[in-house]
């Protein structure tokens, strides 16, 4: 902000207009209402001594941009623009009045006018200064609030889309890992299923890293995505597990945050498939419930599986899921009659 404000913004040199219209008018009862001088002669005077002041007005601006009161003493503050008064006040007379000499026919009547009058000019220089440096403090203060308002919500968005990246990045090299762990031990027993998998990794990692600036992606894109990661793991475990949804179709266009439900299904896989011999069932559920979108993501398990929660997966998805949609309270885990599941709510009025 270098320049002027009131230069740059109308509604600034509206409200300058109008404090110049008001200052217009108590000179003219302080100045002029009551003098005895000819009509031309208090018109002139008006005139050149309203319009000097307003093309000095301009110019406390820059007074009041590097005296600020949050970097400088205020008794310096204080000191300066007494000063600053002084000198303008008197170059204002100074020119007013050898102005409106040279157009006076009768110099003998102005001085004894403008000697008379030099009081009121003293106190309307004073209410024009002071009021006016006033009056640009405040724009100051407000323009440099707002820009600090705005800075702030950047540096915000910055912060939160950092954060989302950082932790969906988190989901990918943990699916890596255990993809080529499964790869890594499949090579020697059945080199052939080895490279079917390295073949569906390399479909899901394409897929990945073709959506990977999207922070959301439909319901139904999602689900692709899924279907692909479920194909690997279909050829490590074959008939261990079995994939069952039930979504509604007017739930497949919503938007949801990308790779949200990867870390769900990786979870059912190691805690159920991994840990049972026998058959798990994996069940998704999609419905539109009270202004959410539920996802449900169920699995059924024996024993002691899902002892430990779901660790890094699920503390991933509550902290997505609040830093998108400023809520907390959108990740219900449910643990009863030998079925884990997952509920997560996508709020419907924010999916834009």
């Excluded at 002041?53 to 205020?74: H, R, T």
């Excluded at 000697?115 to 407000?142: A, D, E, M, N, P």
């Excluded at 031990?185 to 897929?207: G, H, N, S, V, W």
């Excluded at 896989?269 to 996802?295: F, M």
Aim: hydrophobic residues 45%.
């Amino acid at each position: 902000m270098s320049g002027n404000p009131i230069l740059q913004r109308p509604k600034n040199f509206f409200l300058y207009l109008i404090f110049s219209s008001i200052l217009v008018f108590v000179y003219f009862n302080l100045v002029i209402y009551d003098s005895k001088i000819s009509q031309i002669t208090a018109i002139t005077d008006l005139i050149i001594f309203n319009l000097l002041l307003s093309g000095f007005g301009l110019s406390f601006w820059f007074s009041a941009k590097y005296l600020s009161i949050e970097n400088v003493n205020i008794s310096k503050i204080i000191i300066s623009h007494i000063v600053g008064y002084v000198l303008v006040t008197i170059i204002w007379l100074l020119i007013g009045y050898f102005a409106n000499l040279s157009l006076t026919n009768d110099k003998l009547e102005y001085d004894s006018f403008f000697i008379g009058t030099l009081k009121q000019r003293i106190i309307i220089g004073f209410l024009h200064y002071f009021l006016l440096t006033s009056f640009y403090y405040i724009v100051i203060y407000y323009s440099s609030f707002q820009e600090k308002i705005i800075k702030e919500k950047e540096l915000k968005n910055l912060v939160t889309e950092a954060e989302l990246k950082s932790l969906k990045f988190q989901i990918n090299p943990h699916f890596v890992f255990n993809a080529l762990n499964s790869m890594s031990a499949l090579t020697e027993i059945d080199p052939k299923r080895a490279k079917q998998m390295i073949i569906k990794l390399a479909d899901f990692l394409r897929y990945t890293l073709a959506n990977n600036d999207r922070q959301k992606n439909s319901l139904s894109e999602e689900l692709k995505n899924i279907k692909l990661y479920l194909d690997i793991e279909k050829i490590r475990f074959e008939d261990k597990f079995e994939f069952v949804e039930q979504i509604d179709e007017t739930c497949r266009n919503i938007e949801i945050p990308s790779m949200i439900l990867q870390p769900l299904f990786e979870n059912a896989i190691k805690h159920a498939v991994y840990e049972t011999l026998d058959k798990v069932t994996i069940g998704l559920n999609c419905k539109a419930i009270e202004g959410y979108l539920k996802i449900s993501l169920s699995n059924n398990f024996e024993g002691e599986s899902h002892k430990k929660g779901a660790g890094v997966g699920l503390r991933n998805i509550r902290e997505r899921l609040a830093l998108i949609y400023h809520q907390d309270n959108l990740l219900e885990v449910k643990k009863e009659n030998g079925t884990f599941t997952v509920n997560i709510f996508i709020p419907l009025d924010k999916n834009i």
